[in-house]
């Protein structure tokens, strides 16, 4: 089996996309189903994935639950919810009360857009990643590489939570510089309750002009920091056809990890960190 732990859907009849401005962002304008990414994931290998929230909208993740309830493909979902919301535990019971409830592996923020580089380490949020724990849930981090200090503080002040960075912490891939990213990322790799996307690397880099050879320094950065037995593939597909369709990406990616780590980085981290 192969799996595909990261990518999105959208239904702009059903409510805009707010971070889709601009006119680089513009070909993104348009729904995207499970539907449509069946037969390139198919025609790939994958045979389950993880789909992602995109909106900090709490109607959006009972949407989720009931497309992977309704779709072979979908395995689990990682949705929104209101970290600081006082009852966080009870709406985490409600979720997995839902149809699909019990595909929900998952919570994340998109902590990339908070202005303060220290919103993880706030007490109403520290309240909320302890109800995640509490429900056997992961987390996953969307965090500017500048935001990945807070991560390492806040993944070490919760050793019984799994947070899951995506998209590698977003490195500077289109510059060609390391640091000071990689020691953050390499900080956060040294806390055992941490897990890292190969993901995302495509946009972070030149969209029209990148190749394997300019994403591969960030690879072997995670690879070495993290390991394979907690790296795990994903496409962030729609977002990365803004640089590459997703069989570009996929074979991107296998062309970035040895023989060696493939089953871990294409399965089984990803089966074992989501309980898929």
């Known amino acids: 089996m192969t799996v595909d732990a990261h990518h999105h859907v959208w239904d702009l009849s059903v409510r805009d996309q707010d971070w889709l401005m601009g006119p ?23 045979t389950r994935t993880v789909l992602v929230q995109t909106v900090t909208v709490a109607e959006e993740t009972p949407e989720f639950l009931a ?17 600081t919301c006082p009852d966080i535990a009870g709406e985490l019971a409600r979720l997995r009360e839902l149809p699909g409830g019990r595909y929900l592996k998952g919570i994340r923020h998109q902590v990339q857009g908070e202005p303060d580089p220290e919103w993880l380490l706030r007490p109403d949020v ?23 200090p807070a991560a390492v503080r806040a993944a070490t ?21 390391l ?12 806390l055992p309750n941490t897990v890292c996307k190969l993901s995302g690397m495509v946009t972070e880099a030149d969209p029209a002009s990148w190749k394997v050879e300019d994403l591969r320094p960030y690879a072997e950065t995670v690879l070495d920091a993290f390991g394979p037995d907690r790296l795990m593939f ?23 990890v040895s023989p ?17």
């Open 126 to 148: 520290h309240r909320g990643l302890d109800a995640i724990a509490d429900a056997g849930l992961v987390y996953d981090l969307i965090v500017q590489a500048r935001q990945l």
């Open 234 to 256: 994903g496409s962030d597909w729609p977002v990365c056809t803004l640089a590459g369709s997703y069989a570009e990406v996929f074979d991107a990616a296998g062309r970035l």
């Open 179 to 190: 640091e000071p990213w990689a020691g953050a990322v390499r900080a956060l790799a040294a």
């Open 157 to 177: 002040a919760h050793p019984g939570l799994t947070f899951v960075l995506d998209h590698l912490g977003k490195p500077p891939i289109a510059d060609g510089t």
């Open 260 to 276: 060696a780590e493939h089953t871990a980085v294409f399965e089984t981290t990803a089966t074992r960190t989501y309980t898929l």
């Open 67 to 83: 497309l992977a309830e309704a779709h072979d493909l979908v395995a689990g979902v990682v949705g929104w919810t209101d970290l």
């Open 24 to 46: 680089e962002l513009q070909s993104l304008r348009r729904n995207f189903t499970v539907e449509d990414l069946e037969p390139e994931a198919r025609a790939a290998g994958v």
